[in-house]
């Protein structure tokens, strides 16, 4: 399959992710970290803390102890949304977000009773900021908000939003699902409290792991599950440190050292020039394309912007030409509401869906081209 749904999960990665998961798996060098003061124990606590320190480095932070490791975004948002509101609180979010952020400010409404405010994104995929100021109350506690959206592309600007946090003495915790490995975070000079993400998209991890930076000091994070630390065993609570506080149990070393080499070659070949390419690419397939009239394209592609086009046929449901396009092309995109339902409301796409390509460097110029030669081939069927 040509593959083009690296919004969804990185499907090429680099060899020296596999190799490194694969060492770790096949060596017998890797015992648990911090379970022990032997040699394979020590090693994989060792890389570990290597692994953590380039990943507080990658995203502007100077503790390292203040990553967490977690399986994935989803995770790392519950962790953060559930362990900061409290029952009297205000969040807001807006119509751009994934599930992954809307289901824990739901569930914490439910199940505490704390208030939120969605502010509406435009046609174009993007929030105004003055709608975002406006929307705070007296208990505002949180502003939790995703860096880019996983339809339309369209990316958030952080130091707007962590402006207004700072100003309104507001938590900020943001949601680096699609931005990860494409757009250059730093979290000291922004000022953004906690960051989530996850290592199989753009930082070419495997899957199962995950993260987030905790910049912010008050409040803690509540802890969400407790057990096993490799320390203070007699102890009825679970250690209150971080990264301790927020880690219990075995830790996914081949995953996190995975993750660990994927930020390597990111660093190696330069963040920037990633996703030149990548962004490349979809400026290509969309200009190409864009005067199809058959063709309705999402978002606005003068603004920065990941590296992901959202189309439709017109008047054909999105899941019936992702199908074409794997059984006749060969073609591997996702269809459907990309677990962003606001956003498709917003766009007057919920029951068609939409059709999305999302790139990466990992692309090549000839996929490129036979992509948007088969979307002007269909053009021409229909």
Do not use: W
Not at 31 to 59: C, I, Q
Not at 74 to 92: F, P, Q, R
Not at 208 to 218: A, D, Q, S
């Amino acid at each position: 399959d040509l593959y083009f749904d690296y919004g969804a999960t990185s499907l090429k990665k680099p060899k020296e992710v596999a190799d490194k998961v694969y060492e770790v798996l096949s060596s017998a060098k890797y015992a648990n970290a911090s379970r022990g003061s032997y040699y394979e124990a020590n090693n994989a606590f060792r890389e570990v803390f290597e692994a953590r320190s380039d990943v507080a480095k990658f995203f502007g932070m100077k503790e390292e102890d203040r990553v967490v490791f977690t399986s994935n975004s989803t995770e790392s948002l519950n962790i953060a949304i559930l362990g900061l509101l409290e029952k009297e609180d205000h969040v807001i979010t807006t119509s751009m977000e994934h599930n992954s952020v809307l289901r824990p400010i739901y569930l914490a409404h439910e199940t505490i009773g704390c208030e939120y405010t969605i502010v509406k994104a435009g046609k174009t995929g993007l929030i105004d900021y003055d709608d975002l100021e406006k929307a705070i109350k007296p208990n505002t506690k949180m502003i939790a908000i995703t860096h880019s959206s996983n339809v339309t592309g369209s990316i958030v600007d952080l130091e707007k939003v962590a402006d207004i946090c700072k100003r309104h003495n507001i938590i900020s915790v943001v949601d680096a699902s699609q931005t990860a490995g494409v757009v250059p975070i730093n979290m000291d000079e922004l000022g953004i409290d906690v960051l989530c993400f996850t290592g199989h998209k753009s930082l070419y991890g495997p899957q199962g792991i995950g993260g987030l930076c905790v910049r912010l000091k008050e409040p803690e994070i509540k802890r969400f599950k407790v057990g096993g630390s490799g320390v203070r065993t007699f102890d009825e609570k679970h250690p209150g440190e971080y990264p301790l506080r927020l880690e219990a149990g075995t830790l996914n070393t081949s995953g996190i050292l995975g993750l660990h080499e994927g930020i390597k070659y990111i660093n190696k070949h330069g963040i920037e020039n990633l996703y030149k390419k990548q962004i490349d690419f979809a400026n290509r397939f969309y200009n190409e394309l864009k005067d199809l009239e058959c063709l309705e394209f999402y978002g606005d592609f003068t603004k920065n912007r990941t590296a992901v086009v959202a189309m439709n046929f017109k008047g054909i449901s999105a899941s019936d030409v992702a199908d074409v396009l794997a059984e006749e092309y060969d073609i591997a995109v996702r269809p459907g509401a990309h677990c962003a339902p606001l956003m498709h409301e917003v766009l007057g796409t919920k029951e068609q869906g939409i059709v999305r390509f999302s790139f990466s460097s990992m692309n090549t110029d000839e996929e490129v081209d036979y992509a948007i030669n088969a979307i002007k081939t269909l053009a021409k069927e229909i």
